[in-house]
């Protein structure tokens, strides 16, 4: 579908849509480039590396060595299993909580409602800091627990107020009839807030999920075990501090695919997940964020 | 703010209570969340003043029960360590820096994509730059690594013409530049949408009018669509004020080692090897102590000044 010019709005002169369409292309091209040399590279020979001299920009073949490799156990298909965990229970940890406390301070004049809701937003004012922060998480006993990646942000304020801000907007009437029907809470939250909420539960869930996989320093104070080491942890040190991860010896007689297309077929399956969800949620993002910004 | 209905008001407290408890009991988990992992930290601060010693007691309360206190000692040791201040000054350079070179490009952007008339370029182009906002840290860096690096995209494509390639990464003299570039990489996108949204909420009718009139493109963008975004820029300019001591926390740490403390150093990777890695507890949340107290007061002076100006702000007047 294509927009109308309207009618008093003069049109653009040539040089004016070349030069737009052509910072436009440099924009959407500084994004992919990078992506597109990742995924490209991890899925070239080792001839095809050396021929490039490193980094691939043009796919001579395909070749998925390179992914054999990191699932076939090791430390990297540990860490993509930790990460998954850790993605999937945290985000449902942080929806169950996120969603009822947004519903329960949705409907001012309840009892604590005021007090409560100080509670809730008076963390955006104050902020704790790392030492402090670090002291109680290991002294409730989370360090080297995948728990630490996951407790102390399960509760995100930001997101609260974006989900509490879309259930206050909910025709109220609707709920009312429902109460005089004799239905509990629970029962309303369950049965007809959360139906009507698939868009901003959709985008909240994202904005977890997304923290989870992401979740790196929190890994590198709390877990010493590299056994629990998350992707980006794994990442950091495989990428940027040039160590060689552990792989299982399952190559014997084949030859090893290149280091390089091993380091970027990790970074494209940490970039996978994130570019395979987010496309479907993308279009509820100005819904969902300008919500939460007006109300905040 | 929240104004409260009155008819829900009038019941007596008991009432409501038998009426609204299950509110509270789904209030409950996300409150105690926030009691043990937020507000706890924030009264364990008192770290700051005492000679914290993490093995004065079996557990954390325990010692900070048995730690002796010290009254400003860490505070006074804080600001006589020459690299406190380094890492101040770097923080608040990096700060101003980008506001002045990162703030106003989400602006340009959004209203060069509201400007696309095709809805499907737009919609392209939007999915495209939206994308980094979800990378960690991590990747950003090592995509930059991988384009920029010394055995990176560029470098590679310049040593086979024969050009010696520029160390980027690890230059400490153009840090700056590199960390700006990486900010506007991950975010330029995601900043456009809260521009995209406030450029919709203009009335058309005042383009119309003042095209009538015959103000020109330039004209109506300066008279109609800037005071039209006012509001939004205020209330983000106030925000990155009330964060202006927190600088991209992860992407400082994760290139600290390539280009070095001189440079890289900011508050929160001061408080992270001068407290977590060494156990000086004290010395560490006086730092952050510091922090949050400034951020705290830069927060409500910026949210006084918005309503000087006439502005909402962050919190209304109450």
């Known amino acids: ?296 | 703010m929240t104004r409260v209905r009155s008819t829900r008001r009038r019941a007596p407290w008991r009432a409501r209570l038998r009426r609204d408890w299950p509110l509270l009991v789904m209030v409950l988990p996300g409150a105690l969340l926030l009691l043990v992992f937020h507000y706890v930290p924030t009264l364990g601060n008192v770290v700051a003043f005492q000679d914290y010693n993490p093995y004065l007691g079996d557990s954390a309360l325990q010692a900070l029960v048995n730690s002796p206190f010290i009254g400003l000692d860490n505070f006074r040791a804080l600001f006589s360590t020459p690299a406190f201040w380094d890492a101040l000054w770097n923080t608040l350079s990096i700060t101003a820096f980008q506001l002045v070179f990162f703030f106003p490009l989400p602006i340009v952007l959004a209203l060069l994509l509201d400007s696309v008339m095709s809805r499907r370029v737009r919609a392209f182009v939007q999915t495209i730059v939206y994308l980094p906002h979800f990378f960690s840290w991590v990747l950003v860096v090592t995509f930059f690594v991988q384009m920029l690096g010394g055995a990176g995209l560029l470098s590679q494509e310049l040593r086979q013409a024969g050009i010696e390639p520029p160390e980027i990464m690890t230059n400490p003299d153009t840090f700056l530049l590199l960390v700006t570039a990486e900010v506007v990489w991950k975010d330029v996108g995601w900043g456009t949408i809260v521009f995209l949204a406030a450029l919709s909420t203009i009335d058309p009718h005042l383009y119309e009018a003042a095209a009538a009139d015959g103000a020109g493109r330039w004209r109506r963008l300066w008279h109609i669509t800037l005071p039209g975004l006012r509001p939004v820029i205020v209330l983000l300019l106030i925000l990155r004020l009330g964060d202006a001591l927190s600088v991209g926390f992860e992407q400082f740490l994760l290139q600290r080692e390539a280009v070095g403390r001189q440079a890289a150093e900011v508050l929160d990777t001061f408080v992270y090897y001068h407290a977590i890695t060494t156990g000086d507890y004290g010395f560490g949340a006086a730092a952050g102590l510091f922090k949050a107290g400034v951020g705290l007061l830069l927060i409500l002076l910026a949210n006084k000044f918005a309503h000087l100006i006439g502005e909402r702000g962050v919190y209304a007047r109450s």
């Not at chain 1, 999920?209 to 056994?227: H, R």
């Open chain 1, 1 to 296: 579908m294509t927009g109308t010019r309207p009618v008093w709005d003069e049109k653009p002169g040539v040089a004016g849509q070349v030069a737009k369409g052509t910072v436009l292309t440099a924009v959407v091209l500084v994004v992919v480039v990078p992506l597109w040399v990742a995924l490209v590279t991890s899925l070239s020979s080792r001839a095809t590396i050396n021929a490039a001299g490193g980094l691939v920009l043009v796919p001579r073949g395909i070749d998925f060595s390179a992914y054999r490799i990191i699932f076939a156990g090791g430390q990297i298909s540990q860490a993509l299993w930790v990460s998954t965990l850790v993605t999937v229970f945290g985000t449902l940890v942080s929806l169950l909580v996120t969603i009822p406390a947004a519903y329960g301070l949705s409907r001012p004049g309840s009892v604590g409602h005021r007090g409560l809701l100080f509670f809730f937003l008076l963390t955006f004012l104050i902020y704790p800091g790392l030492v402090p922060s670090y002291l109680v998480v290991t002294g409730v006993g989370l360090k080297d627990s995948l728990w630490a990646l996951i407790l102390p942000s399960a509760l995100n304020v930001f997101n609260f107020v974006v989900v509490r801000a879309f259930f206050q907007n909910l025709p109220a009437e609707l709920l009312d009839s429902a109460r005089v029907d004799g239905a509990g809470e629970f029962r309303i939250l369950w049965r007809i807030v959360l139906p009507l909420s698939k868009a901003v539960v959709a985008v909240v869930g994202l904005f977890y999920a997304v923290g989870y996989w992401n979740v790196w320093f929190s890994a590198l104070l709390y877990i010493d075990d590299n056994e629990k080491f998350p992707i980006q942890r794994v990442l950091q040190t495989f990428i940027l501090a040039g160590q060689t991860p552990q792989t299982s010896g399952t190559a014997v007689g084949t030859a090893l695919p290149p280091t390089l297309a091993i380091k970027m077929a990790v970074v494209v399956v940490t970039v996978a997940p994130i570019a395979a969800v987010y496309p479907f949620v993308q279009r509820h993002f100005t819904r969902g964020v300008i919500l939460g910004a007006i109300k905040g």
